[in-house]
Structure formats: C-alpha cells, structure tokens
C-alpha cells in the first residue's frame, strides 16, 4: 500500500544554519526532486523550501525505506552528515502527514500564526513539481485540498489578523529596536529605505514598508527592469521610489535608514565594510542563505533584524503569535475529515473489487456444474437461472460493500481490506507493514525494516 511521507524540519525543531544549508533554490529543488524520484520506494514527489522550514512530501510504498530514502538524498545534496539530519528532521506518514499539510498551509505552523504568505509557498511548489512530472495522484489530491483548506482559513477566520507575513513581523521587530512604536501612526514617516531584491519578499516589503508611512524608497535589484516595475507600484501606491543600479548599493548607505534585503544572493550584499563611518542604519534580511552579514553589527550605530533573531524573538515572547487558532483549527479537522474518508474509501476499493470478483467466479462454477448436470434445460430456462444466481450474488454482496465503505470513512484504525480477506477468505491484495498513521522525529525510527511505534494524532496537533 502506497501512502503520503512528509520528512521535513522547521523553525520549531532546527536551528537557522541548518535549516540555511538545506535551502533550495528553484535549480537545486528540481534536481532534488529528481534525485528522491530515482529511488525504488518513491513515486512522487514535491518540495517546499522557505525561510522557515525545508520539507519534502513523497508517496512511498515502504514506510521505513522511504524515510532512509529521503534522508539519503538530503545528504546528498547538502553535505549534512545523516545523523544531524536524523536529529532534527520530523516525520509524518499517511493520515499525519496529511494534517501536518493543511496545517502548514492554513498558516497555523508558521512563525507568524497566519501568515499568508507560506500558501503561496506551498502552491508555487506544488506547481514546479506538476510541471516537471514529480505529483502524481496522491499528491495532487492533498495538495489540492491543503490549498482548499488555507484559503477557507483566510476566508472564513479573523486568523489574518494574527500577521500578514514575515515580512511584517521582521518590519515591526526592526521598528522596536529603533525605538519606534510599530503600532503607531505612519511609524517610518520622514525615512528613506534601500530595498534590495524584487522577488515576493522585497515586493511584500516594500508594500509593507509604504503602508507604515515611509517617505522614500530606493529599490536596487540584478534585473533591473524589474526593480522598475517595483518603483512604478510604490509611485501609484503614492510612495516615491527610485532605481539604482545593483552594483550601486552600497553609495546610498549614508542617505537611508533602513535596508531590507532578500536576494537570495550567493555571497553578502551587505557587509561591514560598507557601512560608512557614523552611520545609523537598521538592516533587515530576509533571505535564507542570509544576506546580511552578521559582523554588521559590531559597527555602532548599525543594528540587524534576520531569519534567526526572528527566531529567537519568537521563542522569547510566544505572545507574538496572538493565537486565533479556534476556528482555523475546526477548518482543518472538517477538511482532514473529509479528505481522509475519500482516501480510505478509494483504500478498500481493490479489497471490494477481489470480494465481487470472487463471488462472480464461484457463481460462474457453480452454474458450470448445474449446466452439465442439466443438459436438457432450454436456453430461455437456462438464461433465467443466470440472472437469478447473479441477482442472489450482487444482492448478498450489496450490503456488506455499503456497510464497509461506511466504515472506512468513519474510521483509520481498522485495516478494512485485511478485514475482508479474513472474513471472505481472499488473497491478499494489499500488504501493508507499516504504521497506519506517524507523527514522530526522525531520531527515534529504527532502521529500515524495523517495526516503528505508532503515534496517531488528532487535529491541530502535529505542529512541532
């Protein structure tokens, strides 16, 4: 039996220069994507990698091997030794992985419970992986409902009102640390800020930093037409901009308050020594691998809001996620619910299928024998005994099919194909050795081959 495996690590079970070294880019992704689709226990395969987490969601068709499998290619691709990796990766398989998806793009396991900018993480990952082969049905269909689900969560609860994004946290933190009330009216009125990057995370930043009233952005990026497109939105939003050229970054530190970054840059975009002498600057860096060089502030005057301060903050004061959580839990547990039921039900299909299968041969057998011990019956005669011995089958057969479709979908801690081939006597169709559903760290999971301890979870609590 195939099932969906998520193994995974967040903001919640690892520490940012972990998490750092296994950030991907879109190139480094496909081919990881790839690489988990070469080994023999997987068949699908998609990954979504932030700021805040670097999670890989597989179909497997052997729990234990699947998880080697993952952990194996992650090695592989970032150089992390395998025993660090086991130490801070979590696993979710089947029912729990499913939770922990719609959880994840609810919004709900975020730094920022609400957040909305993790669905559109998780869509654009779902998307690369569609395009390039890697979603198959299982994750298609999760992947689907988990989107469903994130947008019924907005929709329908006040959890936006917990936090927009990490940007608009990062933005608050580096107002506190200016002294600056966030809450206040036009907090950054009469500030100049550099804005570098014209991705999603510099856009949301600049938006976010015209709303909080500041009075003048400058916008550098590689590409610069799109730095140009950025500077247009900020003119209509009535925010004036300006454009200069990358490589020009560093000679409008003296005349800015404020530089938020997030390039995804292979090396700083800023580092100590281009802060000019006597400067006072906020930096705010928004990009795993980091963009910023930490060193920054050793310098006076010179102070740094990054992925994990963010962190830290976050730990510190558990307050900064204003949990709203209620309703959006009481979505996911109605969309798990009814996600879940489907996937049972489509589960004991081949199980159903065997049972009628077998039913239909024993009558055909039996109508064989009473065929050459009835040689004179006529055909008319002989057709309506067919007829009859199929009614008899289909009808016997009816209310057990409907019966156990019933119960699938009410229930995951019953193996209803191994129930009917235990009461009707049938062949295995479907072996399944492990766990109906997991929710653990990946220290904890023996070797493969191993029987693993089961760890069910009930809704809104897979979150590490």
Same mark, same amino acid.
Request: with cysteine.
């Given at each position: 039996?195939?099932?969906?495996?998520?193994?995974?690590?967040?903001h919640?079970?690892?520490?940012?220069?972990?998490?750092?070294?296994?950030?991907?880019?879109?190139?480094?992704?496909?081919?990881?994507?790839?690489?988990?689709?070469?080994?023999?226990?997987?068949?699908?395969?998609?990954?979504?990698?932030?700021?805040?987490?670097l999670?890989?969601?597989?179909?497997?068709?052997?729990?234990?091997?699947?998880?080697?499998?993952?952990?194996e290619?992650?090695?592989e691709?970032?150089?992390?030794?395998?025993?660090?990796?086991?130490?801070?990766?979590?696993?979710?398989?089947?029912?729990?992985?499913?939770?922990h998806?719609?959880?994840v793009?609810?919004?709900?396991?975020?730094?920022?419970?609400?957040?909305?900018?993790?669905?559109?993480?998780?869509?654009?990952?779902?998307?690369?992986?569609?395009?390039?082969?890697?979603?198959?049905?299982?994750?298609?269909?999760?992947?689907?409902?988990?989107?469903?689900?994130?947008?019924?969560?907005?929709?329908?609860?006040?959890?936006?009102?917990?936090?927009?994004?990490?940007?608009?946290?990062?933005?608050?933190?580096a107002?506190?640390?200016?002294?600056?009330?966030?809450?206040s009216?036009?907090?950054l009125?009469?500030?100049?800020?550099?804005?570098?990057?014209?991705?999603?995370?510099?856009?949301?930043?600049?938006?976010?930093?015209?709303?909080?009233?500041?009075?003048?952005?400058?916008?550098?990026?590689?590409?610069?037409?799109?730095?140009?497109?950025?500077?247009?939105?900020?003119?209509?939003?009535?925010?004036?901009?300006?454009?200069?050229?990358?490589?020009?970054?560093?000679?409008?530190?003296?005349?800015?308050?404020?530089?938020?970054?997030?390039?995804?840059?292979?090396?700083?975009?800023?580092k100590?020594?281009?802060?000019?002498?006597?400067?006072?600057?906020?930096?705010?860096?928004?990009?795993?691998?980091?963009?910023?060089d930490?060193?920054?502030?050793?310098?006076?005057?010179?102070?740094?809001?990054?992925?994990?301060?963010?962190?830290?903050?976050? #730990?510190?004061?558990?307050? @900064?996620? $204003?949990?709203?959580?209620?309703? =959006?839990?009481?979505?996911?547990r %109605? /969309? !798990? *619910?009814?996600?879940?039921?489907?996937?049972?039900? #489509?589960?004991?299909?081949? @199980?159903? $299928?065997?049972?009628?299968?077998? =039913?239909?041969?024993?009558?055909? %057998? /039996? !109508? *064989?024998?009473?065929?050459?011990?009835?040689?004179?019956?006529?055909?008319?005669?002989?057709?309506?005994?067919?007829?009859?011995?199929?009614?008899?089958?289909?009808?016997?057969l009816?209310?057990?099919?409907?019966?156990?479709?019933?119960?699938?979908?009410?229930?995951?801690?019953?193996?209803?194909?191994?129930?009917?081939?235990?009461?009707?006597?049938?062949?295995?169709?479907?072996?399944?050795?492990?766990?109906?559903?997991?929710?653990?760290?990946?220290?904890?999971?023996?070797?493969?081959?191993?029987?693993?301890?089961?760890?069910?979870?009930?809704?809104?609590?897979?979150?590490?």
């Amino acid at each position: 039996m195939v099932s969906v495996l998520i193994v995974g690590m967040s903001h919640r079970s690892a520490p940012v220069a972990l998490l750092e070294r296994l950030s991907m880019d879109d190139s480094v992704r496909g081919e990881t994507t790839q690489a988990l689709l070469g080994r023999a226990s997987l068949s699908e395969a998609m990954i979504v990698s932030t700021c805040n987490r670097l999670e890989v969601y597989t179909v497997t068709n052997s729990f234990h091997t699947g998880v080697n499998d993952v952990v194996e290619v992650l090695h592989e691709v970032s150089g992390v030794d395998i025993e660090t990796l086991r130490g801070y990766l979590y696993v979710r398989y089947a029912d729990a992985a499913a939770e922990h998806m719609l959880v994840v793009t609810s919004g709900l396991d975020s730094m920022v419970v609400g957040e909305q900018q993790i669905i559109g993480q998780v869509r654009n990952a779902y998307q690369a992986a569609s395009a390039s082969g890697s979603v198959g049905p299982a994750l298609h269909s999760l992947a689907q409902t988990a989107l469903h689900t994130g947008k019924r969560v907005h929709t329908e609860t006040n959890i936006d009102d917990a936090g927009a994004s990490m940007v608009s946290f990062a933005i608050d933190q580096a107002l506190a640390q200016m002294g600056i009330d966030p809450a206040s009216e036009k907090p950054l009125a009469g500030k100049t800020a550099l804005v570098l990057g014209a991705g999603a995370m510099s856009s949301l930043a600049a938006t976010h930093l015209g709303k909080a009233g500041i009075d003048r952005l400058v916008l550098a990026n590689r590409t610069r037409e799109r730095a140009e497109r950025m500077a247009q939105h900020s003119e209509e939003a009535g925010v004036a901009a300006e454009v200069i050229d990358f490589e020009e970054r560093t000679f409008v530190l003296n005349r800015v308050d404020m530089v938020v970054s997030a390039t995804g840059a292979d090396d700083f975009t800023i580092k100590p020594s281009d802060i000019p002498v006597d400067a006072a600057l906020m930096l705010v860096d928004l990009s795993m691998p980091r963009d910023i060089d930490d060193a920054c502030t050793e310098i006076p005057g010179v102070d740094l809001v990054n992925i994990e301060r963010l962190h830290k903050t976050n #730990r510190e004061d558990p307050s @900064a996620n $204003s949990p709203r959580e209620a309703d =959006a839990l009481a979505i996911v547990r %109605e /969309e !798990l *619910e009814a996600f879940t039921s489907e996937q049972r039900i #489509r589960d004991i299909v081949p @199980a159903v $299928s065997a049972l009628r299968k077998q =039913a239909a041969d024993v009558g055909t %057998e /039996e !109508l *064989e024998r009473l065929r050459q011990r009835a040689p004179g019956i006529s055909e008319d005669d002989w057709a309506e005994v067919n007829r009859t011995v199929r009614r008899v089958v289909d009808k016997l057969l009816h209310q057990p099919t409907v019966r156990v479709k019933e119960l699938a979908a009410r229930s995951g801690t019953v193996s209803y194909d191994s129930a009917l081939q235990e009461l009707f006597g049938l062949e295995a169709v479907i072996t399944n050795a492990a766990p109906s559903t997991t929710s653990v760290n990946a220290s904890e999971l023996p070797d493969a081959g191993i029987v693993a301890f089961v760890n069910s979870t009930s809704a809104g609590q897979t979150r590490e």
